[in-house]
């Protein structure tokens, strides 16, 4: 079975830009979350769909950040406009259902910089 | 809140030497422990969890422990290998509606031949 697929795996912009990043989860999950790493920082949640509504936005950081999962298959996370803390590892990862029980499959993540 | 910390790396090892990653947190609820490994390249894999106290987690010589008394989960493996070298994160989830991660910083370790 195919994995969570990410792309870009890298993405240079300079800020002010919009940037769009997708993840296609494992066919089947439901589950899809986003996280983010800054340099030297935790890996810190973004926000979960299930199927294609948003369960937990949380950890969005501000209104320049939008998810889509239109149709309940791949998302999108777009960031507009771009600004430097933006950089960073954004992984996606999904799930058949509750991640604790059935385990997450990450993606190799996007590697954003906003110079 | 939850919060995971763990010890700052990097670590530098040679091969066959003992590894000890400590790991502890703080939960609102009763969490489920994991620690997940970062292989150069690749995403977060799963290298194994523990869902209750005092349950011993385990997988490629890797061993944790979810001790609810010190809140730790603190990996380790008696003899590390080259291929083991990679970045490790210890993190936790609460039951509920959500389902998230809260992981720690990550710690690299480097093992040399």
């Known amino acids: 079975e195919a994995g969570v697929t990410q792309f870009p795996s890298h993405s240079v912009i300079e800020k002010g830009q919009t940037v769009t990043l997708r993840c296609d989860p494992i066919?089947?999950?439901?589950?899809l979350y986003w996280y983010r790493r800054v340099m030297g920082k935790e890996i810190k949640f973004l926000l979960h769909f299930v199927k294609e509504s948003k369960q937990d936005e949380s950890g969005m950081p501000n209104n320049r950040f939008l998810a889509e999962r239109t149709g309940g298959t791949y998302s999108t996370l777009k960031v507009q406009p771009a600004e430097l803390e933006d950089s960073g590892v954004y992984f996606c990862?999904?799930?058949?259902?509750?991640?604790?029980?059935?385990?997450?499959?990450f993606g190799s993540g996007t590697r954003l910089t906003v110079v | 809140g939850n919060s995971v910390t763990q010890m700052e790396g990097p670590v530098t090892l040679s091969e066959e030497a003992f590894l000890t990653i400590n790991c502890t947190y703080t939960a609102t609820g009763y969490p489920s422990l994991f620690w997940y490994v970062q292989y150069p390249g690749e995403g977060l894999q799963l290298l194994l969890k523990a869902t209750k106290a005092d349950d011993k987690g385990s997988n490629k010589g890797f061993e944790a422990t979810y001790r609810k008394e010190t809140t730790s989960f603190h990996l380790e493996k008696g003899s590390v290998q080259v291929s083991d070298s990679a970045v490790y994160f210890c993190a936790l989830s609460i039951g509920g509606s959500n389902y998230k991660l809260t992981f720690g910083k990550g710690t690299l370790l480097t093992v040399n031949p």
């Open positions: 990862a999904s799930s058949p259902g509750p991640g604790v029980i059935y385990g997450y499959t």
């Open positions: 066919s089947g999950h439901d589950n």
